[in-house]
């Protein structure tokens, strides 16, 4: 008999407790779920009526299918208890409750150099101003990264000169079908050795030791809540090393090999064999390259994009129009490459960083940036090489909270998912004076907005969600035509050039998902070579994107 008193006290004690710390509420206002199949209005009435001593009044509908309404009382009149308590029992009610406050929450790591973070979360620490930062205390709220719903783990792969592999903040990839150090191809993928990555420069499986390419790396994926050194933008991510980032152009391409056929393998074995990689970062190129002349590289990151894996590129460190002056690659063409320029502390674009209307997408912090270094270490470094690992990893923390529905038409189709998965990154940046009118998005990247844009459109208010608003255009570039597919019906697509006037418009009609532009305006008069926007406007959403018609 003891022993029970004793259980019937303590769980008082816990409920008690828990009451204790119930979350403020709005006084006087109540949320009420009244039965279904009941004449809504009638009840409104009565229980208005039964209630009159508290002044119950019906202020809002909250939710139609679930017969939520929003009320209103006099808290002057009755105590919060007692009323909650009658209106829970009353005949008509499914449920009522409190209309509580809700905080935003920010989630914050407890590695020690975090505060020096600026980038991640801009509180003037440094002298910089107030929240010129990507949000990320706010996204790591929804995901850290590393796995998807479906139990894909992500890899970003950092192209780069090498990079610390037993660095004891970074998560590194392993190829775990493969042998090391046996000569032999073990997983017949034809990378012989390949268990810790690739070294393009000398064929092999070792990766050497580099202090940029570890920097990149902790940037876009150092392990974060460790207690130790920094954090990543994704948590959790695995860092796929590649040294291939200077030299010659065949070195530049058989780095990218690697990753293609990795990827590759996994989407034809359903991720039996390869790597899950979501993103490739570049954080390297050639001043004042034309793409033309590097024809092969440009492809990769198409070839890459059909596989569902959008890469990143850092611009020139030099204050120029990439628009003008060319770029390897931030000037590609490829719907599947994200340019990135560098912003400072104080939100503004960095004075020795490129920009570009057409070429270079957004910005991302890229000075004084702490990150991971050669043998356990942790240093500054600055440039737009610092800028782009930050999209990087702001790419796989997206893919780590699409939901499974959205997941399982990436297996269908990852390049368009992909597309869109750019999309939200560019749509979801914070538009800063500096970066007006000189980039694509005109801000500076925002992690936390994307993954709001993610999760807004990923399901309706049914739950199901919807196939999403895709339009890409392949060749691009192009000569003499290109092919614009799309995912909409009853729509329309308008051709403009940079001058914004039209040149051709087309209407979207029903089973149709796809038309060829050959080049010509309205007259069928054809136009000249050069930059054109094609706008797919369905219903109220629309999306614009740039093609290059070669002559």
Not at 272 to 297: D, I, K, M, R
Request: glycine share 8%; with cysteine.
């Amino acid at each position: 008999m003891q022993k029970q008193i004793c259980v019937i006290v303590f769980i008082f004690l816990v409920i008690f407790s828990l009451l204790g710390k119930e979350a403020a509420y709005v006084q006087g206002e109540m949320l009420i779920q009244i039965k279904p199949d009941l004449e809504s209005d009638s009840i409104l009435r009565s229980l208005s009526e039964d209630f009159q001593t508290a002044a119950l009044q019906s202020k809002r509908l909250l939710s139609k299918r679930m017969n939520i309404y929003l009320f209103e009382f006099n808290a002057n009149r009755v105590s919060d208890a007692e009323i909650l308590l009658l209106v829970k029992q009353h005949p008509f009610v499914l449920e009522a409750q409190f209309n509580h406050y809700v905080e935003q929450r920010s989630t914050y790591p407890n590695d020690p150099s975090f505060d020096n973070q600026w980038a991640l979360e801009n509180t003037g620490q440094t002298g910089g101003l107030f929240d010129a930062d990507i949000d990320a205390p706010e996204a790591w709220d929804i995901t850290t990264g590393g796995v998807t719903v479906l139990g894909d783990t992500l890899i970003v792969a950092i192209v780069d000169g090498g990079c610390y592999i037993a660095h004891n903040d970074l998560n590194m990839w392993k190829n775990y079908e493969e042998i090391p150090g046996n000569g032999i191809d073990d997983d017949e993928n034809g990378y012989t050795d390949d268990y810790d990555g690739w070294n393009a420069y000398n064929h092999i499986g070792i990766i050497p030791t580099h202090s940029h390419g570890t920097h990149v790396s902790g940037i876009a994926a150092a392990i974060g809540n460790n207690n130790l050194g920094v954090s990543g933008v994704n948590w959790n991510v695995k860092v796929m090393p590649i040294a291939g980032s200077s030299g010659v152009e065949s070195i530049v391409v058989e780095a990218y090999g690697y990753v293609l056929e990795m990827r590759a393998r996994y989407n034809e074995t359903n991720g039996e064999h390869g790597a899950f990689v979501v993103a490739t970062n570049a954080s390297f190129g050639v001043n004042y390259g034309n793409p033309a002349n590097y024809p092969l590289w440009s492809a990769m990151y198409d070839s890459l994009g059909v596989y569902g894996v959008l890469s990143t590129g850092a611009t020139m460190n030099i204050n120029a129009n990439v628009d003008v002056t060319g770029d390897m690659p931030t000037a590609c063409d490829s719907d599947y490459l994200i340019t990135v320029t560098s912003t400072t502390k104080n939100d503004e674009k960095y004075s020795s960083a490129a920009y570009g209307l057409t070429t270079i997408d957004l910005g991302a912090p890229g000075i004084g940036i702490i990150s991971t270094d050669n043998y356990n270490t942790f240093t500054y470094k600055s440039g737009t090489s610092m800028a782009t690992p930050h999209v990087t990893g702001a790419i796989a923390l997206l893919f780590s909270a699409a939901d499974e529905d959205l997941l399982l038409q990436y297996q269908q189709n990852p390049a368009e998912i992909a597309l869109l998965m750019k999309q939200f990154i560019l749509d979801g940046v914070d538009i800063i004076p500096d970066l007006e009118n000189v980039t694509v998005s005109g801000g500076r990247l925002n992690i936390f907005n994307s993954l709001q844009l993610l999760q807004n459109s990923s399901t309706n208010e049914e739950g199901i969600t919807p196939v999403p608003l895709i339009c890409y255009n392949y060749p691009n570039p192009f000569n003499p035509e290109t092919t614009i597919y799309f995912t909409a019906e009853n729509a329309e697509i308008i051709i403009y050039n940079l001058k914004g006037q039209k040149i051709r418009q087309y209407s979207i009609f029903n089973n149709q998902s796809s038309i060829v532009w050959d080049g010509t305006d309205e007259n069928n008069q054809p136009v000249t070579s050069g930059i054109y926007l094609y706008k797919f406007q369905a219903g109220e959403v629309s999306v614009t994107k740039k093609m290059l018609m070669l002559k």
